[in-house]
């Protein structure tokens, strides 16, 4: 009888999963494995993803527990407990899913010598890293959009039902930890439900009532007509690939999907370059300036734009933050504080629960002018974007609350108002048109 271990890792559920797809294809028994490796939670074990994921675990239990088999949760090193497992089991293979990681890669390594057959399947983005390849040659893209126009002709893999029924050796399957266990800090105290079920019920929401919008109303703040599905994909509580596949042929799903090959873009440029996540992709000689106070502001929301001050407060409360704020925020520090984006990525990758390795870094590299982005001195200016994307004040209204009593558009340049602004919100710890000076003669003099 051919036993076989499906490990989960960042594919945590059971519709359009490749992993659990085989091992019930090619198995007569299945141990699906998960194991919370006490490195990774000390090293990147931020508090809001390790609450999603303690949810999504618990969820993907009952989901497995439906088919036949609960999770079997492990604490410790991956490649000893499955190597443990496969023993105790009589395991001839393992199953996961694909990631492009350099935790992943030397996870992958030893998983390998863990003596038994090892097979790494898709599943972690639409189309895998290395398929869609530049014409002209190498393994990756550097520009985007002649990746977006390969992509959408890519051939993609069917979408895959989940497995009908499971057959686990009889183990001791552990248990999913509390979350006080596990994540001793404090959390943000707007988190989204972790799991399979809450993405999949979100999904069909959003398929149904947003989707239709999306292209026109994506970047409006006030609105926030996004899908919220990125922690879900993070997670792997959903497939992209099935995620694109619903979406194709809806209105508005052409915008839509662009941002899932975005995040494909990423994937498929770290994958060739795990480097990235500390080095710059095109270095640019920049001599970031070293200033504590002008990073707490930041970090806190209270640099005396509202719009900025709005993003970084909403990412405290929720663990998220709609994109358009990201790249305002990103690009303030870059660019008008002139602070390495290393710092801004790690602050991101502390608080949100979407938070990976690939599109983090990836967005800031974008964003900082030493990434994919073909425009490396553009800067965004918080004060047009908010008039622009915020039009009334609604979302700044909504987290600073220094300025709910602020009327409309002027909740963007409170320092105007003279007598009349809020005593207690701060004037900008720096002036417009100085940084836009400081920033363009940095590189103006990096370059000459």
């Not at 303690?54 to 079997?72: E, F, P, Q, W, Y």
């Not at 530049?134 to 497995?163: I, K």
Request: charged residues 25%.
């Amino acid at each position: 009888m051919r036993v076989g271990i499906v490990l989960f890792t960042r594919d945590l559920r059971v519709h359009d999963n490749p992993a659990l797809h085989a091992a019930c294809e090619e198995c007569e028994r299945v141990v699906p494995l998960f194991v919370l490796d006490d490195a990774v939670l000390a090293a990147f074990g931020a508090p809001n993803r390790v609450a999603f994921l303690i949810g999504a675990l618990r969820d993907l239990d009952a989901s497995l527990r439906g088919l036949g088999a609960g999770l079997v949760v492990r604490r410790g090193d991956v490649a000893v407990e499955v190597a443990r497992m496969a023993t105790a089991v009589g395991a001839e293979v393992l199953f996961f899913t694909e990631d492009v990681s350099t935790y992943a890669r030397r996870r992958e390594r030893r998983l390998r010598d863990a003596g038994v057959e090892v097979r790494s399947l898709p599943g972690a983005t639409v189309i895998p890293p290395g398929e869609v390849t530049p014409s002209g040659g190498g393994d990756s893209f550097a520009v985007f959009t002649p990746y977006w126009n390969r992509w959408q002709a890519q051939p993609r893999r069917a979408v895959l039902e989940p497995p009908t029924q499971i057959h686990r050796p009889e183990i001791d399957p552990g248990r999913v930890p509390d979350l006080d266990e596990v994540a001793p800090r404090a959390l943000s105290p707007g988190l989204p439900e972790g799991g399979e079920t809450a993405g999949r019920r979100r999904l069909d929401a959003w398929l149904d009532s947003g989707l239709g919008t999306y292209g026109s109303g994506r970047d409006d703040l006030a609105d926030d007509s996004t899908s919220r599905l990125s922690p879900y994909l993070r997670f792997g509580c959903l497939s992209s690939l099935e995620v694109a596949e619903r979406a194709r042929g809806r209105v508005g799903a052409d915008a839509f999907v662009r941002q899932l090959c975005w995040r494909d873009f990423h994937y498929q440029l770290f994958a060739a370059r795990p480097e990235l996540a500390r080095d710059d992709m095109r270095p640019r000689g920049d001599r970031w300036r070293d200033d504590d106070d002008a990073l707490a502001a930041w970090k806190e929301g209270v640099t005396g734009y509202s719009l900025v001050d709005a993003g970084m407060r909403q990412l405290r409360e929720e663990g998220f933050m709609h994109n358009r704020a990201r790249l305002v925020t990103a690009s303030f520090l870059t660019k008008h504080l002139y602070l390495d984006w290393r710092v801004g990525a790690a602050h991101f990758a502390d608080l949100l629960v979407d938070g990976d390795i690939p599109n983090n870094c990836g967005n800031w590299q974008w964003v900082a002018g030493t990434g994919a982005d073909t425009r490396p001195n553009r800067m965004f200016n918080p004060t047009r974007q908010a008039q622009r994307y915020d039009p009334t004040g609604a979302y700044v209204r909504r987290w600073v609350l220094e300025l709910a009593g602020v009327d409309g558009a002027a909740a963007h340049e409170p320092w105007k108002l003279g007598v009349l602004a809020p005593a207690e919100y701060p004037v900008p710890i720096v002036d417009h048109d100085e940084a836009v000076a400081r920033f363009r003669q940095a590189r103006a003099l990096m370059a000459g």
